[in-house]
């Protein structure tokens, strides 16, 4: 008997996994879109820290900086994963629960990517502050804007402009880093393509396809990253 062929395999017919691998994708996605979320959340504060954050702050982040990008993120998703699932089960027991509890892998994959895109995206906004001109900050504050009217109008729109391709490339980033959610057992594209290989014996047939979505995926990320980029640099001569 004829071994199946790649379009036997992804289809959306009964015996197909195309619906199984679209779920897939959404579900790569969501996790690295929540951890992109996460790891911006938290740049915002580190770059802050970083820049205005008094001394302690300023050794806290750098610190958490210079750890974060010296360690696997393979290895920041065992840490976090396990260790959160130690931390749950002792938390717990304290209202009277008896056995282990595994953090959901969901939550694990989404908090340690975060963690970890924290460390770029912190660069990219101290970066991006630097960046916009100190006479444009004197000529604001010398018709007497107010410090929250200058942030507003000046140092947010200014900032993010100079952001927004380092916070394009740590997408990219953030979004191959998903695949690695499937240690923990969510099934994202990587995991599902594990299993539709082990179970129809046709390995490349699956991961090819895998490649596919993630380059659809990166694709369709970069065309509306560079739309944004247009949007806010209209106006600017280049």
């Not at 995206?121 to 101290?126: A, G, I, P, Q």
């Not at 997408?171 to 969510?186: D, M, R």
């Given at each position: 008997?004829?071994?199946?062929?790649?379009?036997?395999?992804?289809?959306?017919?009964?015996?197909?996994?195309?619906?199984?691998?679209?779920?897939?994708?959404?579900?790569?996605?969501?996790?690295?879109?929540?951890?992109?979320?996460?790891?911006?959340?938290?740049?915002?504060?580190?770059?802050?820290?970083?820049?205005?954050?008094?001394?302690?702050?300023?050794?806290?982040?750098?610190?958490?900086?210079?750890?974060?990008?010296?360690?696997?993120?393979?290895?920041?998703?065992?840490?976090?994963?396990?260790?959160?699932?130690?931390?749950?089960?002792?938390?717990?027991?304290?209202?009277?629960?008896?056995?282990?509890?595994?953090?959901?892998?969901?939550?694990?994959?989404?908090?340690?990517?975060?963690?970890?895109?924290?460390?770029?995206?912190?660069?990219?906004?101290?970066?991006?502050?630097?960046?916009?001109?100190?006479?444009?900050?004197?000529?604001?504050?010398?018709?007497?804007?107010?410090?929250?009217?200058?942030?507003?109008?000046?140092?947010?729109?200014?900032?993010?402009?100079?952001?927004?391709?380092?916070?394009?490339?740590?997408?990219?980033?953030?979004?191959?880093?998903?695949?690695?959610?499937?240690?923990?057992g969510v099934v994202e594209l990587v995991r599902q393509a594990q299993i539709g290989a082990g179970s129809t014996r046709q390995p490349f047939y699956f991961f090819f396809a895998a490649a596919i979505l993630f380059l659809v995926i990166t694709w369709a990320s970069g065309l509306i990253l560079n739309r944004a980029e247009r949007h806010v640099n209209r106006g600017i001569r280049r």
């Amino acid at each position: 008997m004829d071994r199946p062929g790649f379009f036997d395999l992804m289809n959306f017919g009964p015996e197909g996994w195309a619906p199984a691998l679209l779920r897939a994708a959404l579900m790569t996605l969501a996790v690295a879109g929540s951890g992109y979320v996460i790891g911006s959340t938290l740049g915002i504060l580190l770059a802050w820290a970083k820049i205005s954050g008094g001394r302690i702050l300023s050794m806290f982040a750098e610190t958490y900086t210079t750890v974060l990008r010296g360690i696997p993120d393979l290895l920041v998703i065992y840490l976090f994963y396990f260790g959160g699932s130690i931390l749950l089960t002792r938390m717990m027991r304290m209202f009277g629960h008896e056995g282990f509890v595994d953090l959901p892998g969901f939550a694990a994959g989404a908090m340690a990517i975060g963690i970890v895109s924290a460390a770029q995206h912190t660069e990219v906004f101290r970066g991006a502050y630097r960046a916009v001109s100190t006479g444009e900050i004197e000529a604001a504050q010398a018709v007497g804007m107010s410090r929250i009217t200058l942030f507003r109008r000046i140092i947010l729109p200014l900032t993010a402009r100079h952001a927004l391709p380092g916070m394009g490339n740590v997408w990219q980033i953030t979004l191959k880093e998903s695949a690695l959610v499937s240690v923990t057992g969510v099934v994202e594209l990587v995991r599902q393509a594990q299993i539709g290989a082990g179970s129809t014996r046709q390995p490349f047939y699956f991961f090819f396809a895998a490649a596919i979505l993630f380059l659809v995926i990166t694709w369709a990320s970069g065309l509306i990253l560079n739309r944004a980029e247009r949007h806010v640099n209209r106006g600017i001569r280049r």
